[in-house]
């Protein structure tokens, strides 16, 4: 079991603490579109001050690629961080740098400083070893709360951690339970709906989970390789690797878990055709046309599944669902999975993004904060970021 931070003494001590703050922002005014992120991280923020500590918080934000870009300044989330919190929140301008030295110098118990977005310096993503040392400089103990970015091996996530006593935060710790429950005792009957574009993420997740779930629901673009590798036609659709999609239908005739490939589709000559789509069964795609969402048999057919299960696990959208004409498969399942009596567990990402828009972001039992970490803990590989954290002693 990795330390949490209830198994440090913090009272006082610089806590330099890795959150994800990498919050959406509106493109043209910068101002924050969903706080989602910053409130995720409340609870380990305030548990911190509340113990006396020096809490430095620092995170990532966009891709600026290693260059200073005012775009994605973490300033607008510190102010609002000031905002949510009744300690003093103070904004440095620099990571390592004259600023950040500074602030921390002029620290009281309880106080917060955010520091500025970690990616303005290219080291941060290449775990450089010289850039760990100034990060941990900074502080006396490291705290990991950045499940969004705990499947990354950078510096501020992974080699900082290696030079510090470290912990992981509420928000970690919370996200690996219920993943841990998810795939060690689920309520069965477990069905996992899997969507999206590229099949070699998720070739992982089906892999790991044939022995563990009941019930793959395979949607999206991915399920076109299956579909193929089943025989059908699938037209222009996108389509990947057909022989491993071979060997694990040949595999999951065996296994606990039995694959559903959709049956119709909602296609379209092009992604940019303005044409009415059409609907064609799986095995019957025109050659000039492309599979854009799962069809209304299709969704019938996963409804009737994520009804009866006992735990449904969802990652990745059932269709383009950026756009409107391919939205309808996903928005549906968005909603059976909020409505299901089952324990519900929806990925970070497109999948999350589409039960906020849906509306259903309440309903859902857990939404996690990270498409990317989710989704290894779903292959059952450790995070890099979880790793390094020590292990209680027993
Ligand atoms: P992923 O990153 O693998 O989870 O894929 C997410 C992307 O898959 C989204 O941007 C969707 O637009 C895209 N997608 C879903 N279904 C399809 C499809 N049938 N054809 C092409 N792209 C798709």
């Known amino acids: 079991m990795k330390k949490t931070i209830k198994d440090l003494d913090v009272e006082n001590k610089k806590v330099l603490l890795r959150l994800d703050f990498n919050v959406p922002m509106d493109k043209d005014t910068h101002k924050i579109t969903d706080v989602t992120r910053i409130m995720e991280s409340l609870a380990t923020i305030n548990y911190l001050c509340e113990k006396g500590a020096k809490v430095i918080i620092c995170s990532h934000l966009g891709r600026p690629d290693g260059k200073v870009d005012e775009k994605y300044s973490l300033k607008p989330v510190a102010d609002k961080l000031s905002q949510l919190v009744k300690n003093k929140v103070t904004f440095a301008t620099d990571t390592v740098g004259k600023d950040a030295k500074e602030k921390i110098k002029n620290m009281e118990k309880g106080d917060i400083v955010v520091l ?24 006396d103990i490291y705290v990991n709360d950045a499940f969004g970015t705990a499947h990354r091996k950078h510096a501020s996530t992974y080699g900082v951690a290696k030079l510090l ?23 069965r009957p477990l069905v996992a709906v899997l969507g999206g574009a590229k099949i070699k ?57 039995k694959i559903i ?42 409804k009737k599944y994520i ?76 995070l890099p970021g979880l790793e390094v954290i020590d292990d209680v002693k027993e």
Do not use: Q
Not at 263 to 274: A, F, H
């Open 116 to 139: 500025e977005n970690l990616r303005f310096d290219k080291r941060e993503e290449e775990n450089d070893e010289s850039f760990c040392k100034e990060l941990a400089s900074l502080a």
């Open 165 to 187: 006593p470290n912990a992981i935060g509420f928000l970690i710790n919370k996200e690996l339970k219920v993943i841990s429950n998810v795939l060690v005792n689920p309520t």
């Open 201 to 257: 993420d998720k070739i992982p997740v089906i892999e790991n989970l044939l022995d563990k779930a009941d019930t793959i629901l395979v949607g999206g673009g991915m399920a076109y390789t299956f579909v193929k590798a089943n025989g059908g036609r699938v037209g222009k659709s996108i389509v990947d690797d057909e022989n491993l999609c071979k060997k694990f239908l040949e595999m999951s005739k065996n296994s606990r878990a």
């Open 261 to 302: 490939l959709p049956i119709d589709n909602i296609c379209n000559t092009s992604l940019e055709s303005k044409d009415k789509p059409k609907r064609f069964l799986s095995d019957e795609i025109p050659d000039d046309y492309m599979g854009l969402d799962i069809g209304p048999k299709t969704i019938k057919l996963f």
């Open 307 to 382: 009804k009866k299960a006992g735990t449904v696990v969802w990652n990745g959208p059932m269709g383009v669902f950026e756009n409107p004409m391919y939205e309808k498969g996903t928005r549906k399942i968005a909603k059976y999975v909020a409505r299901t009596h089952a324990f519900s567990f929806v990925g970070g990402g497109d999948s999350a993004a589409a039960v906020v828009k849906a509306g259903y972001s309440k309903c859902v039992n857990h939404l996690s904060t990270g498409g990317g970490a989710s989704l290894m803990l779903l292959e059952g590989k450790d």
